[in-house]
């Protein structure tokens, strides 16, 4: 059942969950098992995403902001080194930079699929620069065979901040396998939810050993209750949680395949639009929809269009608002605009429409019919 969904058409959710009565059991069937932390829900979600994505480790945490925390550490960065990474992203992949005082150094995107450019992170390696950060934008794959490159050329550390790409494929093999390890996100508009969590896959021991201690504060895999070997969080998720994992992960492959129907009506109603260009998917990626965000021709004022779709009531949003403008970035480090011309001329230009699983072929044709009386 799609508990979110009104059915009413105009007044269509932005997103909405996929969830069904064997997901309501799975949660309950925890709460009446009284276990409800540190038990064989998160052990078997692990073992699914592990098994799925083709890595030695999968790791539950409690967000993919945490995952990508617990990675800046486990990789060892800290003041005085640079991180490559995106500016056109969500914050948690640059907070996750700074809360070890390392320092972003902010990379431009590619204009058509909008992922980190791997010429313009060539041309910022400094004698600082000691990791990168990739975003697998929107659910599209990055560049990665150029960014491998890079990074073994250079010797650099590379996180791949693939929360919104649970199921996409670059050239054959699974997002999740590329650097030296990434994060996936299961917030309720993702392809598949738990509520508030997500994970850590790798093939590094040491890196999985490392993470394993510090998302339970710190404590050694095989010590004593109240032994803590370093400094580490309560980064850990709940059985319940897990267990809604466990029972969504099932059915990740056919949640992908609602998802790419969406995006293809959607694709197939907007070629007639000139002034709208659909997202691009390269021929050799299979993109995991995270979001179906289109980019407006120039001149076109985005806000506006927002505000009349919102008005015949279909919600919509701009993203991405790029992290050097944010104002805690600002403060942090001075006016960065104009430093990446590719990121502010499409910012102001990109628009989410609703998006998700359940989204019917009507529903489709009420947004876009919304959207043409919005220009």
Request: charged residues 25%; negative net charge.
């Amino acid at each position: 059942m799609n508990t979110d969904v009104n059915k009413n058409p105009l007044s269509i959710p932005m997103s909405s969950a996929d969830l069904n009565e064997a997901d309501i059991q799975a949660v309950v069937a925890v709460v009446r098992s009284g276990r409800l932390a540190l038990g064989p829900q998160a052990v078997e979600f692990e073992r699914l995403v592990a098994e799925y994505v083709g890595v030695k480790h999968a790791l539950t945490v409690s967000s993919g902001t945490s995952a990508l925390h617990l990675l800046v550490r486990a990789c060892g960065l800290g003041p005085g080194d640079e991180v490559l990474v995106p500016s056109f992203t969500f914050a948690s992949s640059v907070n996750a930079i700074l809360f070890e005082g390392a320092t972003p150094v902010f990379v431009d995107v590619e204009p058509d699929t909008y992922n980190l450019d791997p010429d313009d992170v060539a041309q910022k390696v400094t004698s600082r620069t000691k990791a990168m950060m990739a975003v697998d934008i929107f659910g599209h794959p990055a560049e990665w065979d150029a960014l491998t490159r890079v990074a073994q050329q250079h010797g650099l550390r590379v996180i791949d901040d693939s929360c919104e790409a649970l199921g996409a494929v670059y050239k054959g093999r699974k997002i999740g396998t590329f650097g030296d390890a990434a994060a996936f996100a299961f917030y309720p508009n993702k392809q598949m939810t738990v509520g508030e969590g997500g994970m850590i896959v790798t093939d590094d021991d040491e890196i999985a050993r490392v993470c394993r201690s510090m998302r339970n504060q710190g404590r050694p895999e095989m010590g004593a209750w109240l032994e803590h070997e370093r400094l580490g969080y309560n980064y850990r998720l709940d059985e319940m949680s897990a267990a809604l994992g466990v029972s969504q992960f099932k059915r990740l492959e056919s949640f992908l395949a609602k998802r790419e129907k969406v995006a293809r009506m959607y694709t197939a109603r907007l070629q007639a639009l000139d002034w709208v260009r659909p997202p691009v998917v390269k021929p050799h990626v299979r993109m995991s929809w995270f979001v179906y965000v289109i980019t407006l021709a120039e001149g076109l004022a985005r806000d506006t269009i927002i505000q009349k779709l919102e008005a015949q009531g279909i919600p919509a949003r701009g993203y991405f608002a790029p992290i050097h403008t944010q104002p805690y970035i600002r403060e942090r480090f001075g006016d960065l605009k104009g430093t990446l011309p590719i990121t502010e001329a499409i910012a102001t230009r990109t628009l989410a429409l609703p998006f998700h699983n359940s989204l019917s072929e009507e529903e489709v044709g009420v947004v876009v019919g919304a959207l043409k009386r919005s220009v």
